[in-house]
């Protein structure tokens, strides 16, 4: 079974933190994905990695930023935590698309981050 | 522009009912439907994965149809429980698009 790990369930934090949320994922997957959830705005896509190093801004990239060092671990960054970056936070991944199948997303258990 | 809606937004059912969430897609471009269930404050969890040359797939209790030409999926639940209560989620992809555009979600709530 993919296994995707997320590094925190909830984390309180203070307007200008730097915030770091970890994800990991244990099954070689290329493609990592951070999303936001807010209640009447549904998924919302932050980044996208490729693969190591890779990265594409998502539909709201604005006040984050990420990392891809290692295949299997993905990093979003609030460089300046704002209250309106309160949210739960998902992490995804999934294998890179071959020929003519896409593969499914597989999501972490999320990261309630609330920002006071 | 691909977008995802799903109706009805919330559904209360008794348990023992055989039910339908209903899941429709815009552009028929769309090359893979996923099916996801969410409890309440959890992430997602996959139910069923779709490719665009498949009609259906199964698993278990649940069966998930694609019809690119309607622009819908639907996903059957039989003999629903009260630990299938859950949001259930589509989303989709487009032919060459990295992207998976989700639904809004169906609350389902099955009573004892």
């Given at each position: 079974?993919?296994?995707?790990?997320?590094?925190?369930?909830?984390?309180?934090?203070?307007?200008?933190?730097?915030?770091?949320?970890?994800?990991?994922?244990?099954?070689?997957?290329?493609?990592?994905?951070?999303?936001?959830?807010?209640?009447?705005?549904?998924?919302?896509?932050?980044?996208?990695?490729?693969?190591?190093?890779?990265?594409?801004?998502?539909?709201?990239?604005?006040?984050?930023?990420?990392?891809?060092?290692?295949?299997?671990?993905?990093?979003?960054?609030?460089?300046?935590?704002?209250?309106?970056?309160?949210?739960?936070?998902?992490c995804?991944?999934?294998?890179?698309?071959?020929?003519r199948?896409?593969?499914?997303q597989?999501?972490?258990?999320?990261t309630?981050?609330?920002?006071? | 522009?691909?977008?995802?809606?799903?109706?009805p937004?919330?559904?209360?059912?008794?348990?023992?009912?055989?039910?339908?969430?209903?899941?429709?897609?815009?552009?028929?471009?769309?090359?893979?439907?996923q099916?996801?269930?969410?409890?309440?404050?959890?992430?997602l969890?996959?139910?069923?994965?779709?490719?665009?040359?498949?009609?259906?797939q199964?698993?278990?209790?649940?069966?998930?149809?694609?019809?690119k030409?309607?622009?819908?999926?639907?996903?059957y639940?039989?003999?629903?429980?009260?630990?299938?209560?859950?949001t259930?989620?589509?989303?989709?992809r487009?032919?060459?698009?990295?992207?998976?555009?989700?639904g809004?979600?169906?609350r389902?709530?099955?009573?004892?």
């Amino acid at each position: 079974d993919v296994k995707v790990t997320q590094s925190s369930r909830y984390l309180v934090k203070r307007t200008g933190e730097k915030v770091f949320l970890e994800c990991v994922q244990d099954m070689d997957h290329e493609n990592m994905f951070w999303y936001r959830q807010d209640p009447g705005l549904g998924l919302r896509l932050i980044y996208f990695s490729y693969d190591v190093k890779m990265k594409e801004k998502g539909d709201i990239p604005e006040g984050y930023s990420v990392s891809r060092e290692k295949k299997e671990r993905f990093s979003l960054i609030l460089e300046s935590a704002s209250t309106n970056q309160t949210s739960m936070y998902l992490c995804a991944s999934r294998q890179r698309d071959r020929g003519r199948t896409y593969n499914e997303q597989f999501f972490g258990p999320g990261t309630r981050l609330t920002v006071l | 522009k691909q977008e995802v809606t799903q109706i009805p937004a919330a559904l209360s059912v008794p348990e023992g009912e055989n039910l339908v969430l209903n899941c429709s897609f815009t552009d028929s471009a769309i090359y893979n439907l996923q099916w996801f269930r969410q409890d309440p404050g959890k992430g997602l969890t996959s139910l069923l994965l779709i490719q665009s040359s498949q009609r259906e797939q199964t698993s278990g209790r649940l069966n998930a149809s694609l019809d690119k030409s309607s622009g819908r999926s639907t996903l059957y639940i039989a003999a629903s429980q009260p630990g299938d209560s859950a949001t259930y989620l589509c989303a989709g992809r487009n032919t060459g698009g990295f992207k998976t555009i989700f639904g809004a979600g169906t609350r389902l709530f099955v009573k004892a």
